[in-house]
């Protein structure tokens, strides 16, 4: 202590009954060659940290088996982000150890792809302005999975400190992003080939109702295709004409 100036550390001290307590020790060495001895309980302090990481502990635990990832997210009044609580599914969300971001959501931050950052913050701060559910689908490049689909939905609140606290939840919707994607590119071909056949096409359900119309020419129809569809073809049609039809499509159901 002589040779530092000072020195704080935390030991435990025994009762005249025999208990023990624990104590923060602070020592300073003065000019005159004597020391400056402050002992303070830190008893309540220490038992509260115990119930934090308790119940840390137990939030792990509990999310231990839950596929994707469990956070609570803080920003403060300066719009920095920090997580309070990760849960163990940072490691294969993000593929970040969640001791190493909860103080600082930089680094979990910078594994959002370049593209969909700026969205991602953007969307945060409208939440917390609105405390409105925040809801948003981002890509994220990890070093060992490559390039993923994240799906993150919170629930703010404004704390008394001004701060907002988001409870949520990240999974990953890779392979959902990836079926959409497939079925809209289906479905754009088939608009393509349909815009490239230059005759009439007509959809009928079994009953004789219109249910779609494809006419590059909307001068040929009897009517308009607006004014038609959910219209049986007996109102449509001359009833000679619509018998036809009727008559077509209950020998298509006997085939």
Same mark, same amino acid.
């Given at each position: 202590? /002589?040779?530092?100036g000072?020195?704080?550390f935390e030991?435990? *001290?025994?009762?005249?009954?025999?208990?023990?307590?624990?104590?923060?020790v602070?020592?300073s060495?003065?000019?005159?060659?004597?020391?400056v001895?402050?002992?303070?309980?830190?008893?309540?302090?220490?038992?509260?940290?115990?119930?934090?990481l308790?119940?840390?502990?137990?939030?792990?635990?509990?999310?231990?088996?839950?596929?994707?990832?469990v956070?609570?997210?803080?920003?403060? !009044?300066?719009?920095?982000f920090?997580f309070?609580?990760?849960?163990d599914?940072?490691m294969?969300?993000f593929?970040?150890?969640p001791q190493?971001?909860?103080?600082?959501a930089?680094?979990?931050?910078?594994?959002?792809?370049?593209?969909?950052?700026?969205?991602?913050?953007?969307? /945060?701060?409208?939440? /917390?302005?609105?405390?409105?559910?925040?809801?948003?689908?981002?890509?994220?490049?990890?070093?060992?999975?490559?390039?993923?689909?994240?799906?993150t939905?919170g629930?703010?609140?404004? !704390?008394?400190?001004?701060?907002?606290l988001?409870?949520?939840?990240?999974?990953d919707?890779?392979? !959902?992003?990836?079926?959409?994607d497939?079925?809209?590119?289906?479905v754009?071909q088939?608009?393509?080939?349909?815009q490239a056949?230059p005759?009439?096409?007509?959809?009928?359900?079994g009953q004789g *109702?219109?249910?779609?119309f *494809?006419?590059?020419?909307?001068?040929a129809?009897?009517?308009?295709?607006a004014? !038609?569809?959910g219209?049986?073809?007996?109102?449509?049609?001359?009833?000679e004409?619509?018998?036809?039809?009727?008559?077509?499509? /209950?020998q298509?159901?006997?085939?």
């Amino acid at each position: 202590v /002589a040779a530092k100036g000072s020195e704080r550390f935390e030991t435990i *001290h025994r009762r005249s009954d025999g208990s023990t307590y624990e104590v923060e020790v602070s020592t300073s060495h003065l000019p005159n060659g004597s020391f400056v001895v402050f002992v303070r309980d830190i008893t309540p302090r220490k038992a509260s940290e115990r119930d934090t990481l308790d119940r840390l502990a137990f939030s792990q635990r509990l999310t231990h088996n839950v596929p994707g990832m469990v956070y609570q997210m803080r920003m403060a !009044q300066g719009r920095s982000f920090s997580f309070p609580f990760l849960s163990d599914g940072a490691m294969e969300a993000f593929e970040l150890n969640p001791q190493d971001i909860r103080g600082d959501a930089n680094r979990l931050f910078e594994r959002i792809h370049p593209d969909d950052r700026a969205a991602v913050r953007a969307s /945060a701060l409208a939440s /917390a302005a609105e405390l409105s559910s925040w809801t948003v689908e981002y890509r994220v490049l990890l070093p060992q999975a490559g390039e993923r689909w994240h799906a993150t939905r919170g629930r703010p609140e404004r !704390q008394a400190d001004g701060s907002v606290l988001w409870y949520g939840f990240t999974s990953d919707v890779t392979a !959902q992003r990836r079926d959409r994607d497939a079925m809209n590119q289906l479905v754009a071909q088939q608009k393509a080939i349909l815009q490239a056949i230059p005759d009439i096409l007509i959809e009928m359900d079994g009953q004789g *109702h219109y249910r779609f119309f *494809h006419a590059p020419d909307p001068t040929a129809l009897v009517r308009p295709a607006a004014e !038609q569809l959910g219209r049986h073809v007996s109102e449509v049609l001359p009833p000679e004409a619509a018998q036809v039809v009727l008559d077509a499509l /209950a020998q298509a159901r006997v085939h």
